[in-house]
């Protein structure tokens, strides 16, 4: 098996190893820190600090006696408490034993503190991760601005079309008679549902304060606004501006005529004819589409047919900026949308309804960190938000030796009035390590036995 396959053409083996350090080495940093610091304001002291695993390249001591390090293996990262016996927090009983009878010292191990502190820093390290999430989506959005009130014309995406009817600064009112709602309106993204597809079509706007009609080519060309990693389309070579003209030698015009053929062809290939700016010629491009996992708006999931690109209009839609708080509200949704999708889908594997393939191991993530970082900062940033909420809550599964299971355990206590004995918790400890193991090396499987 030629394992050097797995790897995305687009760069090489180096730049998706960086890529992919950087984003794991950012999240965990992030969650790590917030372990640290709520231990800290909490009264825990900790001893060391680590970014990697393994032989430390580099460390130093902190005036509060930490040891802060960056180790060889970026795959992860600890903090290690007083009393604690190793980065998954098991009790270190020598050390333990050493403090027990000095009240100020126990008080300042992870477990000798009181269970307020311990869960409050446990928690802390997926709450970090959630928050670094919404801070990210929230300063995107201040960046590009929303879409809101009624669509207006940003900036033309260049075409192979001559008629195109639409001007910058253009207000749409209507699109072939059909009036066209405010963005901010429920009944905005299916208005033009049904409309006839044409070429050309009469475009009602509102332009220098004027209404008039315009003839424009058709508003939702087959242009490429966005691939996604690991898709057919990446993989062929397409980049985000393209613009397919013909599938199979018949000229398209409009972007639903691209989806139709995609998902009518039941995986059959497709000759693409392509349209790049700045090229002489148009290229020629042959894909396969793949089956796809799709999460609906009722929480299921439907299996599509997809080459992996989203489109949009001939043009970017003019923009507002946000206020803090508005871009931070969406910021949580945008999580919140995140979490809802993901334990539905792990929910729906679980269950068999769709395929396990859907979830990816490292290959997999190194993968998509550098198809990310290839397509911008924009939108490599936008992957460690994600990432970074899917981080958060896998750590929160209430399985032994990740953040959930210790929380599990407080709860536990809190409720008995005394932690699981020493034994039991040791038991766990090892059981949930070979969960997580055993998952890790499924996934491993996935990325590279799925096609």
Aim: charged share 15%.
């Amino acid at each position: 098996m030629d394992f050097m396959s797995f790897i995305p053409q687009f760069g090489g083996l180096l730049w998706t190893i960086a890529a992919f350090v950087l984003a794991l080495s950012v999240i965990v940093a992030i969650h790590e820190y917030g372990h640290y610091i709520v231990g800290r304001w909490s009264g825990i002291h900790a001893d060391v600090f680590s970014l990697g695993f393994g032989p430390v390249l580099w460390s130093r001591v902190d005036k509060r006696g930490t040891r802060w390090q960056v180790a060889a293996l970026p795959f992860g990262g600890y903090v290690k408490f007083a009393g604690d016996a190793n980065a998954a927090s098991g009790k270190d009983e020598e050390a333990m034993a050493e403090v027990v009878d000095d009240p100020v010292r126990l008080r300042a191990t992870m477990h000798g503190a009181p269970l307020w502190a311990r869960t409050a820093t446990v928690a802390a390290g997926p709450v970090f991760n959630f928050a670094l999430s919404i801070a990210v989506f929230a300063l995107i959005l201040l960046s590009t601005g929303v879409t809101r009130g009624q669509l207006t014309v940003g900036e033309l995406h260049p075409l192979p079309v001559e008629n195109r009817g639409l001007q910058a600064g253009d207000v749409l009112l209507a699109v072939g008679g059909v009036p066209l709602p405010s963005t901010d309106d429920e009944t905005y993204s299916g208005a033009l549902d049904g409309l006839e597809r044409s070429p050309v079509v009469d475009i009602t706007v509102e332009r220098a304060g004027r209404e008039e009609t315009v003839k424009g080519s058709w508003i939702f060309p087959p242009i490429v606004s966005s691939l996604s990693p690991q898709s057919a389309a990446f993989d062929a070579g397409l980049e985000a501006g393209d613009v397919i003209t013909a599938i199979d030698g018949a000229p398209i015009f409009a972007f639903d005529q691209l989806k139709e053929a995609v998902e009518g062809g039941e995986g059959a290939p497709l000759d693409l004819t392509v349209w790049r700016a700045g090229a002489a010629d148009t290229l020629a491009m042959t894909m396969t589409p793949r089956r796809v996992d799709e999460p609906q708006p009722d929480g299921g999931f439907e299996t599509y047919w997809r080459i992996g690109i989203a489109g949009g209009f001939a043009f970017s839609p003019a923009t507002t900026t946000p206020g803090v708080f508005e871009a931070l509200g969406l910021g949580v949704q945008q999580t919140g949308r995140i979490i809802t999708s993901s334990l539905s889908g792990l929910g729906h594997m679980i269950a068999g309804s769709i395929s396990t393939c859907n979830l990816s191991g490292p290959i997999g993530i190194a993968q998509t960190s550098g198809a990310m970082a290839s397509q911008g900062a924009e939108s490599f940033i936008w992957f460690i938000a994600v990432l970074s909420t899917a981080v958060g809550m896998l750590n929160l599964f209430p399985v032994p030796a990740l953040d959930g299971g210790h929380l599990v355990f407080y709860a536990y206590e809190a409720v008995s009035g005394k932690p699981p004995s020493d034994g039991a918790l040791k038991v766990l400890m090892t059981l949930g390590l070979a969960m997580v193991l055993t998952l890790m090396v499924f996934a491993l499987g996935n990325d590279i036995f799925c096609p």
